[in-house]
């Protein structure tokens, strides 16, 4: 048979035989003739993306293992790996058939004989709170139940004085003798003491102030285990030290507990004030602000982000609030004065109606011209009077007006301030990402903290490659789009704790904290591939958008000018390169 080379030939082959093997029509029935005319080899599946990922979704995440194999699987998703997520989801799924092999039956007989049997320093009462506490907190997983119910059961062991039943008496371990190998570990255990009691009180301690007892404890713990030198003294600190350890993870729910509590007040707080304050949207941003930190991990970065953007809210509503204050003021001045006018003018009416009426008999009584003349001179003089009265009344009502209009006018300019500052006092308007005033603020921070912790921060600058040209070719709209699209992908790839801030024009600038240098190239590497597989729309063609980028590490003698000058000239040594890369400075 010859070959075909021609795309429209072996097209309509393919139909031919399609038709002649009466096979049915399916794209894949066609796209196996096409290959097999065409002579080439099947070309690669394509990866799953979007089942994969609503499958990891769909399974729980309850436990330790099963968060963990969620994070495999979404990293394997990320990497486009089938043979990974394959791969963890046949372990996750052969340590639950392990599980389901576990020795259950001698673990139970061994925990009714250790029950019965004598041990020093346990009571049945201590055996069952110490029971009770290891099924209330393993009870979900099967694994981690059995795993702490046998070193409970080795716990006990160890104290053991007289088996029930048996007669047989196990002898308490007994200290190393001098000379022996173990004579050199008693040259570490005072120092093991120390740091055992000083992890006690400074860092455990330390984090219980709210709870004086346990703090307490903490202290007499570590006391006593600095004058711990018998093995009897170590088996009783070893007790207390468990029921310390028991405390302090039912503490940890209470406080997990009262967290959970605190945040779902704090989310129908946030939902009614939404509800009552529908017509004012300059406050919804900051109801956005706050719902989005309660719905996301808590970090201090978010917390102090919120509390800046807040502060800048309240100030201005405060002015509001002033001017709104003033121009009620000025309309109920306004109505009251409009109000005693309307009660003098009547008045004057009033009386300039009976004088004219008076006016009127005398002209039906006059006899000649020369009575007419002084009826006609009162008759000028009231209307005269009448009308200035009409003219004063007008002017003080405009002026009453004006005021109030000046008010109005005032009140909407605080109003587009504070909607407009709702959103960008520190963040960038167009972007949604910080502004060069959020990121200067963001970026003293991210240092004081770096040298407090003493941890590593790192500074990319990145820049779109051939904006000028985009704008050019598609217009200045698309060219905002695609920031807003690049501005985008940076929130939803990166880490929480990471800044995006705007430097300028197509400019941003990525700060990563606690992220080693190589660690920040691979983080703008990976970011640049997601860019790739996320493509820009421009209504149904698809615009690709790549940038290159400088990253460097924050040194002890850097400050920000100096640390953002040498990302910057990183970035332009990626331009010179052949752009779409990442130089590391």
Same mark, same amino acid.
């Given at each position: 048979?010859?070959?075909?080379?021609?795309?429209?030939?072996?097209?309509?082959?393919?139909?031919?035989?399609?038709?002649?093997?009466?096979?049915?029509?399916?794209?894949?029935?066609?796209?196996?003739?096409?290959?097999?005319?065409?002579?080439?080899?099947?070309?690669?599946?394509? &990866?799953?993306?979007?089942?994969?990922?609503?499958?990891?979704?769909?399974?729980?995440?309850?436990?330790?293992?099963?968060?963990?194999?969620?994070?495999?699987?979404?990293?394997?998703?990320?990497?486009?790996?089938?043979?990974?997520?394959?791969?963890?989801?046949?372990?996750?799924?052969?340590?639950?058939?392990?599980?389901?092999?576990?020795?259950?039956?001698?673990?139970?007989?061994?925990?009714?004989?250790?029950?019965?049997? !004598?041990?020093?320093?346990?009571?049945?009462?201590?055996?069952?709170?110490?029971?009770?506490?290891?099924?209330?907190?393993?009870?979900?997983?099967?694994?981690?139940?059995?795993? /702490?119910?046998?070193?409970?059961?080795?716990?006990?062991?160890?104290?053991?004085?007289?088996?029930?039943?048996?007669?047989?008496? +196990?002898?308490?371990?007994?200290?190393?003798?001098? =000379?022996?190998?173990?004579?050199?570990?008693?040259?570490?255990?005072?120092?093991? /003491?120390?740091?055992?009691?000083?992890?006690?009180?400074?860092?455990?301690?330390?984090?219980?102030?709210?709870?004086?007892?346990?703090?307490?404890?903490?202290?007499?713990?570590?006391?006593?285990?600095?004058?711990?030198?018998? +093995?009897?003294?170590?088996?009783? &600190?070893?007790?207390?030290?468990?029921?310390?350890?028991?405390?302090?993870?039912?503490?940890?729910?209470?406080?997990?507990?009262?967290?959970?509590?605190?945040?779902?007040?704090?989310?129908?707080?946030?939902?009614?004030?939404?509800?009552? +304050?529908?017509?004012?949207?300059?406050?919804?941003?900051?109801?956005?602000?706050?719902?989005?930190?309660?719905? !996301?991990?808590?970090?201090?970065?978010?917390?102090?982000?919120?509390? /800046?953007?807040?502060?800048?809210?309240?100030?201005?509503?405060?002015?509001?609030?002033?001017?709104?204050?003033?121009?009620?003021?000025?309309?109920?001045?306004?109505?009251?004065?409009?109000?005693?006018?309307?009660?003098?003018?009547?008045?004057?009416?009033?009386?300039?109606?009976?004088?004219?009426?008076?006016?009127?008999?005398?002209?039906?009584?006059?006899?000649?011209?020369?009575?007419?003349?002084?009826?006609?001179?009162? %008759?000028?003089?009231?209307?005269?009077?009448?009308?200035?009265?009409?003219?004063?009344?007008?002017?003080?009502?405009?002026?009453?007006?004006?005021?109030?209009?000046?008010?109005?006018?005032?009140?909407?300019?605080?109003?587009?301030?504070?909607?407009?500052?709702?959103?960008?006092? /520190?963040?960038?308007?167009?972007?949604? +990402?910080?502004?060069?005033?959020?990121?200067?603020?963001?970026?003293?921070?991210?240092?004081?903290?770096?040298?407090?912790?003493?941890?590593?921060?790192?500074?990319?600058?990145?820049?779109?490659?051939?904006?000028?040209?985009?704008?050019?070719?598609?217009?200045?709209? %698309?060219?905002?789009?695609?920031?807003?699209?690049?501005?985008?992908?940076?929130?939803?790839?990166?880490?929480?704790?990471?800044?995006?801030?705007?430097?300028?024009?197509?400019?941003?600038?990525?700060?990563?904290?606690?992220?080693?240098?190589?660690?920040?190239?691979?983080?703008?590497?990976?970011?640049?591939?997601?860019?790739?597989?996320?493509?820009?729309?421009? =209504?149904?063609?698809? %615009?690709?958008?790549?940038?290159?980028?400088?990253?460097?590490?924050?040194?002890?003698?850097?400050?920000?000018?100096?640390?953002?000058?040498?990302?910057?000239?990183?970035?332009?040594?990626?331009?010179?390169? =052949? !752009?779409?890369?990442?130089?590391?400075?």
């Amino acid at each position: 048979m010859t070959t075909l080379t021609n795309p429209f030939e072996i097209a309509r082959e393919a139909l031919r035989l399609l038709a002649a093997r009466r096979i049915p029509p399916t794209p894949d029935n066609y796209q196996t003739l096409y290959q097999e005319i065409a002579g080439t080899k099947p070309a690669a599946e394509v &990866f799953p993306e979007k089942q994969l990922r609503s499958l990891a979704a769909a399974l729980p995440k309850a436990t330790p293992e099963q968060l963990r194999l969620a994070r495999q699987l979404d990293e394997a998703v990320k990497a486009a790996n089938w043979d990974d997520y394959k791969s963890h989801l046949a372990e996750f799924v052969a340590a639950l058939a392990e599980t389901q092999k576990l020795a259950w039956s001698e673990l139970i007989s061994d925990l009714l004989r250790q029950w019965d049997a !004598k041990h020093f320093g346990l009571t049945v009462a201590r055996k069952r709170e110490s029971l009770e506490h290891v099924l209330t907190s393993s009870g979900a997983n099967p694994e981690t139940l059995f795993n /702490r119910l046998q070193n409970l059961l080795r716990s006990w062991g160890q104290g053991r004085e007289q088996e029930a039943g048996s007669g047989s008496e +196990v002898a308490p371990p007994r200290p190393p003798e001098a =000379g022996t190998a173990s004579a050199a570990g008693e040259d570490l255990l005072p120092e093991f /003491r120390q740091l055992f009691a000083f992890t006690l009180e400074t860092a455990i301690a330390s984090q219980l102030i709210e709870s004086p007892q346990l703090s307490s404890d903490a202290k007499t713990l570590a006391n006593d285990i600095r004058t711990a030198s018998s +093995v009897a003294q170590m088996r009783e &600190f070893l007790t207390r030290l468990k029921r310390f350890a028991f405390k302090l993870e039912l503490l940890a729910e209470d406080q997990a507990e009262l967290r959970h509590s605190l945040l779902n007040l704090l989310r129908l707080l946030v939902e009614n004030i939404t509800e009552l +304050v529908l017509d004012d949207r300059w406050i919804h941003g900051q109801v956005d602000v706050v719902r989005g930190i309660i719905d !996301k991990p808590l970090s201090q970065r978010a917390l102090d982000d919120a509390e /800046r953007r807040l502060k800048e809210v309240l100030y201005k509503q405060s002015l509001l609030k002033a001017s709104l204050f003033e121009a009620r003021e000025a309309i109920k001045h306004m109505l009251a004065g409009f109000v005693d006018h309307l009660a003098d003018f009547a008045e004057a009416t009033s009386d300039y109606h009976d004088k004219i009426e008076a006016c009127v008999e005398k002209i039906s009584a006059a006899n000649d011209i020369s009575e007419l003349g002084t009826v006609l001179g009162e %008759v000028i003089k009231e209307t005269r009077t009448i009308q200035i009265n009409a003219q004063r009344s007008r002017d003080e009502l405009r002026l009453t007006q004006q005021k109030v209009r000046e008010s109005e006018t005032r009140i909407r300019e605080l109003e587009g301030e504070l909607e407009a500052t709702s959103d960008l006092v /520190r963040h960038d308007q167009l972007t949604g +990402v910080l502004n060069r005033r959020g990121l200067e603020e963001i970026f003293t921070k991210e240092i004081g903290r770096s040298i407090r912790h003493d941890t590593l921060l790192c500074v990319g600058l990145l820049d779109i490659d051939n904006f000028k040209k985009l704008n050019d070719s598609l217009g200045h709209d %698309v060219g905002d789009q695609a920031l807003i699209h690049l501005a985008t992908v940076c929130r939803e790839t990166l880490r929480p704790q990471d800044t995006v801030a705007r430097y300028g024009g197509e400019e941003f600038i990525i700060l990563l904290p606690e992220t080693a240098l190589d660690d920040a190239t691979v983080v703008l590497t990976r970011l640049q591939r997601e860019l790739t597989r996320k493509f820009f729309l421009n =209504g149904n063609d698809k %615009v690709l958008i790549t940038f290159s980028a400088g990253v460097t590490q924050m040194q002890a003698e850097d400050t920000q000018a100096t640390v953002i000058k040498r990302a910057d000239d990183a970035m332009y040594e990626a331009k010179g390169a =052949g !752009k779409n890369r990442v130089v590391t400075a």
